[in-house]
């Protein structure tokens, strides 16, 4: 079972925006008084022909009003009900009928309905409801008279004297008009709030698309540091178009670096060329020339045929002079094989002191973001530009619902209503003077004194004793959750126990500790490291524990899934980080099923999955 929608009229402190209220599953928060809220709950799902008795009347209307509500819900068989209810007529319960595409009645008798509210819809025992899935400020320890004080908490009242009489019913007149007058106040109070929530429903869109620009700015201040390295490179894009034509040059350079480096270091394997007088051809050559020179001048001087040798000398000499112009010929080449060496080298400082100056400021901007390539640095300016293309959008359309005249009226409306709020708030302070009760409970009292005035003398009263069967609070939690668990309240407890022990040291801020159940079902908390009856704590002390303990009850009752667990203000006098620690635990005890937890404690609202 899972609650889709509520609607309330004539019920005081049950006002939703609108007449009625959206549910979802997980953990609703929902503005209105707690016990109210879920008394008026309890009454739809456990409907019995006295609920209307026990619910608070809406000040100012007129004698029997009728009070209504309703309740949309979706049962355990998948099919949508809805349940009306006058509770001074009559009830009807209707089925969503799914090929008719419209409700039909399902009965109109409020027993035939509790029974179908029980099965096939799913809802649980009112027990089990209460055991539970509840969690009540009615039912801290601390508001609850403890069993061993029963007899002296309720001592049988001796009748007022005539002076003491008198006094009282000075009192009782004094009281009634400060009532009447602080109950027109709080008729009008209750017009301002219940006009005011309506605003806020109106202003809501507004809420989101603030919340909506907050949240893009935030996202658009995490690129702060993009933003100025974006900055400090003027045009990105060009930036990073030059950066990236000089990458391509470079590249290119290189690659012809490298070959004629290639060539280069080819011809130079074969070394330096050798010098032509340390070569052994030209020495031939030569030797030939001057043997053969020789020859022919002593053959001229004997007047012989050798004179003609000497002619041979010419090609043996010309031999050696090629062989040395050859020499000279692979010299030069050596020679030009070392410029271009230089001419090499001097290219490639060139190119890359080109590069440098052409890539500082795209490398700068990558070594400030700690990133490796220009690609990476393309895509974070791209998500610098699209933060800042939501700022925009966002900015654009809250100023475009700013300037719609319903916007505009309802939020000057909202200023007006907050101040008429806080005077008719002083108002009441003054002239309440603190709590009042209501003006029926005063004359009620002030009838009862009149009849105690006129009656007879009362006869000896009968001594009080508890009522049997009388349980202290944290064992009668046990014994009632034992009752719907089966087994014993020892088994009960120590079931949750270490729950609860983790839940009372986070409400507490490990002040207390952990949680024991002993044989007897009695309750034990670590106090400093030891262990001390839960009985003897103080007062708050005992509906930490309390608290704990439903804590730990309610998310074992919703573990099951769709069921719903009812919370009203039973965490206001904590403090601040344990109300937030406490609705940390009941979204999380949510996930299963569903909490409707009737707030207005914005420590809740804010970890809720849904406000109403």
Known sequence: MILLEFAAQGVRGVAPAGGRATLR????????????LRRLLEALLHPDPRDGEALPRAPGGPAGAAVRAGLTLVGDDRVTYRLVRDFTAGAQLHRFDAERRAFSLVSQDLAEIAAALRAPIGVPPRARQGALLTIAA??????????????????????LSPEQARRRREQLEGERVRARASEKVQQELDGLQARATELEVALRDGARLREALAAAGRA???????????????DADAALTAYEKAAARRADAAARVQAERAGIEE?????????FWRAPPFWAGAGAGALLAAAGVAGAAAATGMRYLALLDIPAFGWAAWVALRWVSAQEAWERIARRRRVVDDWQAKVEAQFERDGAAVRGALAALGLARPTELREVLGKLAEAEAAVTGARTRLEAWEATPGARGAAAEKARLDEQQAALEARLASEAGGFVRDVRSIEAELQRLEAEATAPAPAAPAPVVAAPGAAEPLRELLQRAAAELG????AAGRGVAEKAGQVLAGLTSQRLGGVQVDDRGGLHVLVAGRPAAAISLPPADRDLVFLAMKLAFLEQGLAGGRRVGLVDDAFQGLSDGARRFAARLLKQAARAGQVVHATADLAFREAADHGA
């Open 25 to 36: 599953p997980g953990y609703n928060v929902v503005s209105a008084d707690g016990a109210a």
């Open 138 to 159: 009615a039912d801290l320890p601390s508001r609850r008279p403890s069993v061993a004080g029963a007899a002296a908490a309720i001592p049988q009242r001796a009748p």
């Open 220 to 234: 658009r201040d995490e690129l702060a540091p993009v933003a100025a390295a974006r900055d400090a490179l003027g």
């Open 267 to 275: 011809a130079e394997a074969s070394g330096a060329p050798l010098p």
């Open 487 to 490: 087994g014993s309240a020892a």
